[in-house]
């Protein structure tokens, strides 16, 4: 093709994509059938991993959780059978271990069969400044909530392409997208998760491989107990996510094959002021939604006293 006849097909393609965009807007996708499909849902044994696990309980897949809390996984199988579940699978597994990941992968295989939706939720977060945090704290964070993605890929993926049949769900965070004060380890481990997802897409599209779908999911906070203490100057524009909402919309954007999903709705927005607007006035809008102050009350998770 010349230069011409390139633009006209790129100028066809963008109208066409963008009225495609308008009329789902008003008139949802039909929703796939995962019936059948072996859904595997690290970080299950808690929060959004374990409530997305219950709404697919209902679902007629075969789910595979794993979380390194075993009694919190344990829990999440209880309550799934409860709801229906009566093919599912526990295994603990610290995803930050590259040679655990690829054992329990490997068991997973043997025992279950190959997985066809693979969700990378697992996720930690130290909540300090940069210069505060400690070494291996930044070393732990990279590998559960990135490098486990690798692994967990490199793992499932590769029945995937041979079948052209998959989905591929990051959980990954709006500090994915935009950086935090107090949250540089954690906005490096998200920015680098979605990179990775967006850039095995690319290959898998390149390849021809359209039927191993991604789903890459960026909430603000959630109110999991995980950024307990976070604030959030206007609630009303950017409110803290409840969990069950959130791990319903997950579902919903698997089955509908919805590439990106933001939450809550105005970090479209947002997000697209950042590529346009100058940066001293993203600072200065930065401070009006007080994203200066997100962490400063941090408690993050607490554990549990015996």
């Not at 049949?165 to 935009?178: K, N, P, Q, R």
């Amino acid at each position: 093709m010349n230069f011409l006849l390139e633009t006209l097909r790129l100028i066809v393609l963008s109208i066409f994509y963008h009225l495609e965009a308008f009329i789902k807007m008003f008139i949802p996708s039909k929703k796939k059938d995962v019936s059948g499909e072996i859904v595997l849902i690290t970080g299950a044994g808690s929060g959004i991993g374990r409530l997305m696990a219950l709404e697919f309980a209902r679902m007629d897949v075969v789910l595979v959780l794993w979380d390194i809390n075993l009694e919190g996984v344990k829990e999440t199988t209880l309550q799934a059978k409860e709801r229906g579940a009566d093919r599912i699978h526990y295994y603990q597994c610290d995803c930050s271990n590259r040679a655990e990941v690829y054992r329990v992968a490997d068991q997973v295989k043997s025992e279950v069969g190959d997985v066809s939706i693979l969700i990378n939720n697992a996720g930690i977060v130290t909540g300090k400044k940069f210069m505060d945090t400690p070494d291996a704290l930044i070393e732990k964070t990279m590998e559960v909530n990135t490098m486990a993605h690798m692994w967990t890929y490199k793992a499932f993926l590769p029945a995937m392409t041979a079948k052209n049949h998959g989905h591929l769900v990051s959980v990954a965070s709006s500090a994915g997208l935009i950086g935090v004060n107090g949250l540089a380890d954690y906005c490096a481990s998200k920015f680098a998760a979605i990179g990775f997802a967006e850039s095995v897409n690319l290959e898998l599209i390149a390849k021809g491989k359209d039927g191993v779908k991604t789903t890459i999911v960026c909430p603000y906070f959630i109110n999991t107990g995980m950024f307990d203490g976070c604030s959030t100057k206007w609630p009303h524009v950017l409110p803290i996510l409840e969990p069950a909402d959130v791990a319903k919309r997950v579902i919903d954007a698997i089955l509908s094959d919805q590439f990106y999903l933001l939450l809550p709705r105005s970090l479209y927005f947002i997000l697209a002021l950042k590529g346009i607007i100058p940066f001293k006035l993203s600072i200065v809008l930065g401070m009006y939604f007080g994203a200066f102050n997100f962490m400063d009350a941090f408690k993050g998770r607490q554990k549990k006293q015996d």
